[in-house]
């Protein structure tokens, strides 16, 4: 039985005490939050153990800490939380910068401690059925990548916080791209970004509106990544990857379909069973995103928003 120490409470941390309850085999044993209505309510609606303190969670008799903090104290918290010896699971992106995120990954190294970091399309079955049939040869050679994101609104209506909307933390460059990125890297390699125009309101305290970029992946096939809120239409997340024998693409998370020249769309169906992100915690599995890999996304991310 895992035990975790939950660092913060909010929409993201409440999601992950929710399926930790649901998972039978881990238990959340301590949880902090700087909001104490927040702690009030999680305690009240999930029957959970809260701390009055940072250090009455790191003293409590737990295995791994989560941190769903913002991303400028991530590296605070982790390094802490390492240096007690405590695995660490940390929200997207790893920190603030890169130059937090590598000390963030170094002091996991010096501390010999497991990290994992909280990527859900890593555990997706359709997510694993569209990494399966573009490594068969499902869609043939791979020409092209696209992750294109419309959002009418940043932040989204269910995520209101005071840091979500700044151009310091927030911005869905920095909430959504990651974890296109990261399977991006998974699988099709290192990730060199040739060029990009980012778009930032007239408010220097305000995230991205928009952006534009283009590279070239390890494997060779171009990519091309989009993104653009106060748009005119529905929320939509694509990424496609085209093959010379048809495409593949995964919409708004969780959706897969395939298409080929002369016939229609049809959306993918999978009974691909897919262990848990906790299931991989317990068995150290190669699908976990550690520090080391988090840190090639967050370099992907500082070099987008430059």
Not at 8 to 18: F, L, M, N, S, T
Not at 109 to 125: D, G, V
Request: glycine share 8%; aromatic share 8%; charged share 25%.
């Amino acid at each position: 039985m895992i035990a975790i120490g939950i660092i913060g409470a909010g929409i993201v941390g409440e999601r992950i005490i929710k399926q930790i309850q649901q998972h039978g085999k881990v238990q959340v044993a301590a949880v902090y939050d700087t909001d104490s209505n927040r702690l009030d309510y999680v305690k009240e609606q999930y029957g959970v153990p809260v701390t009055d303190s940072l250090d009455e969670l790191f003293e409590a008799d737990i295995d791994w800490v989560y941190i769903g903090t913002p991303p400028n104290s991530h590296a605070e918290l982790a390094e802490t939380a390492a240096r007690r010896g405590l695995h660490i699971l940390c929200e997207k992106p790893l920190a603030h910068d890169a130059h937090a995120a590598k000390s963030m990954a170094e002091s996991a190294k010096n501390n010999r401690i497991h990290t994992a970091m909280h990527f859900p399309l890593m555990y997706s079955p359709v997510v694993r059925e569209m990494a399966l049939r573009i490594k068969s040869g499902d869609i043939g050679k791979v020409r092209r990548i696209e992750l294109h994101t419309v959002f009418p609104v940043w932040p989204r209506p269910w995520q209101q916080n005071p840091w979500i909307a700044s151009r310091d933390q927030g911005g869905f460059v920095r909430e959504v791209f990651p974890h296109y990125l990261q399977l991006m890297h998974r699988l099709f390699g290192t990730l060199d970004i040739a060029a990009h125009q980012v778009d930032f309101p007239e408010d220097a305290e305000k995230c991205e509106t928009g952006i534009i970029a283009h590279g070239t992946s390890q494997q060779g096939a171009p990519f091309s990544l989009s993104g653009l809120s106060g748009a005119g239409q529905n929320e939509l997340l694509q990424f496609k990857v085209y093959g010379e024998d048809g495409v593949l693409t995964l919409e708004n998370w969780s959706r897969l379909y395939r298409e080929e020249q002369g016939k229609p769309r049809v959306e993918v169906q999978t009974e691909m069973e897919v262990p848990s992100l906790f299931d991989e915690m317990q068995e150290q599995s190669t699908f976990l995103v550690g520090f080391d890999e988090g840190l090639v996304i967050q370099r992907y991310i500082d070099r987008l928003l430059q």
